[in-house]
Structures are given as structure tokens and as C-alpha cells.
């Protein structure tokens, strides 16, 4: 299953509303699940099955959709926001991530 | 806190193995909720899945990779491994250990930092 995020890389300031896109080539029903990566740092897990918060995240992070297509929003973005995100698909072997989504400071 | 941490050779060369052992502190390998797995990103390029054990030795792994992978696990030393073999300069990433929550939903819930391997002569 092929997982396209879009936009591949975006500018935002601190306060911003930012909401990034996955789709799945095919359904993947609620087996979606998204990811922070900063550089040397461990990737992070930030919503599992679509819209459920990892324990830990802020509640500024939140997922939604289900099918084909889902979103992460930040509702206010905070200097620590800057980074990259990934979706994942856990419907079906072989696991497979999104491209990433570069956010990055305006 | 759980914590995993990938070790192993940082330059491999090619036709070589390449062998990480990804040691899991704070935690048991042996907790029946979890598989545990190895994930790998090409510089500029996405993350991607390459297989993942289970405390009793079951494996999955990656069809495009199937032929070149073995994962292990050893309970008493609260450690798991990956050998890849037959590498190419194909196979320089940034190689991940993380632990997946198997249940309902399957997702990675803690990593470890990562460790660059570069095939090269």
C-alpha cells in the first residue's frame, strides 16, 4: 500500500493552524498512524488508529479520517512543532510510511 | 521509561553483513503485548518497515528484503538483532529499533535514536 502525504514541506509560524494530508492507495480503514522526526532524535508516535492520542502529546495534536484519506492538525504550533511527519499503515504487510512533511519556521 | 538502543558497525562494506543489536532497557523483550522491529531511512528518502519479531521468535519481514534478512531475539540479555547480508550502497540508512504495540491497531510506540550504517569499500 502506497502512503502520499501532502504538502511535502510547509512554512508556518508559532500560533499557526497546520493540517497535513496522507492518502493510502487503497483503504486502510483506521490503521493510520503518525509520527515526529527530529534530527538525532528518536522518531516520536503522536496519534495511533487515525484520531488517538499517544499518551504524552499535547492535545494541540489531532488525527482524523478513515479510508483512504486522513490528517494531522496542529491547532496552534509551538516552537518544539518544527520537524517532520510521517504516516504509516498498519493494515497490511509490509508496514509503509508517507514521504515526510517538512514543517518548518516562516 | 522504556528505552531502546541501536549498536553495531557504522561502515560496512559491500557483499558484507550488516549486524545491529538493538538492546531494550526499562522493559521486557518478553512482554506478550509487543513485537519488536527494525526500521531503516535512506538518506533523503522515506522510513521503511523491515521486519519485526516477537519475544518467541516469530518473525515478519519485508518482502523486498525477505531474502537478505534475518532477525533474532535473545530474551536473556533483553536484546534483539538484525543481520542483513549481501549489502549495497543501497542499504546506507539510518537504521531504527523500535517497539510495536500488536493489537488492535499495530504502531510503533518507542524508538531509538537511530545509527547511520554506510556500505562502502
Known amino acids: 500500500i502506497q502512503m502520499t502525504q501532502s504538502p511535502s514541506s510547509l512554512s508556518a509560524s508559532v500560533g499557526d493552524r497546520v493540517t497535513i494530508t496522507c492518502r493510502a492507495s487503497?483503504?486502510?480503514?483506521?490503521?493510520l498512524n503518525w509520527y515526529q522526526q527530529k534530527p538525532g532524535k528518536a522518531p516520536k508516535l503522536l496519534i495511533y488508529?487515525?484520531?488517538s492520542l499517544q499518551s504524552g502529546v499535547p492535545s494541540r495534536f489531532s488525527g482524523s479520517g478513515s479510508g483512504t484519506d486522513f490528517t494531522l492538525t496542529i491547532s496552534s504550533l509551538q516552537p518544539e512543532d518544527f520537524a517532520t511527519y510521517s504516516c504509516?499503515?498498519?493494515?497490511?504487510?509490509?508496514?509503509?510510511f508517507g514521504q515526510g512533511t517538512k514543517l518548518e519556521i516562516k | 521509561q522504556l528505552q531502546l538502543q541501536e549498536s553495531g558497525p557504522g561502515l560496512v562494506k559491500p557483499s558484507e553483513t550488516l549486524s545491529l543489536t538493538c538492546t531494550v532497557s526499562?522493559?521486557?523483550?518478553?512482554?506478550?503485548?509487543?513485537?519488536w522491529g527494525w526500521i531503516r531511512q535512506p538518506p533523503g528518502k522515506r522510513l521503511e518497515w523491515i521486519g519485526e519479531?516477537?519475544?518467541?521468535?516469530?518473525?515478519y519481514y519485508s518482502p523486498s528484503l525477505k531474502s537478505r534478512v534475518t532477525i533474532s531475539v535473545d530474551t536473556s540479555k533483553n536484546q534483539f538483532s538484525l543481520r542483513l547480508n549481501s549489502v549495497t550502497a543501497a542499504d546506507t540508512a539510518l537504521y531504527y529499533c523500535?517497539?510495536?504495540?500488536?493489537?488492535?491497531?499495530?504502531?510503533?510506540?518507542?524508538w531509538g535514536q537511530g545509527t547511520l550504517v554506510t556500505v562502502s569499500s
Open positions: 523500535a517497539r510495536l504495540w500488536s493489537g488492535y491497531s499495530d504502531y510503533f510506540d518507542s
Open positions: 526499562s522493559g521486557s523483550i518478553s512482554d506478550s503485548n509487543y513485537f
Open positions: 519479531i516477537y519475544y518467541s521468535g516469530t518473525t
Open positions: 487503497q483503504s486502510i480503514t483506521t490503521y
Open positions: 488508529a487515525a484520531s
Open positions: 504509516q499503515q498498519s493494515f497490511s504487510s509490509p508496514k509503509t
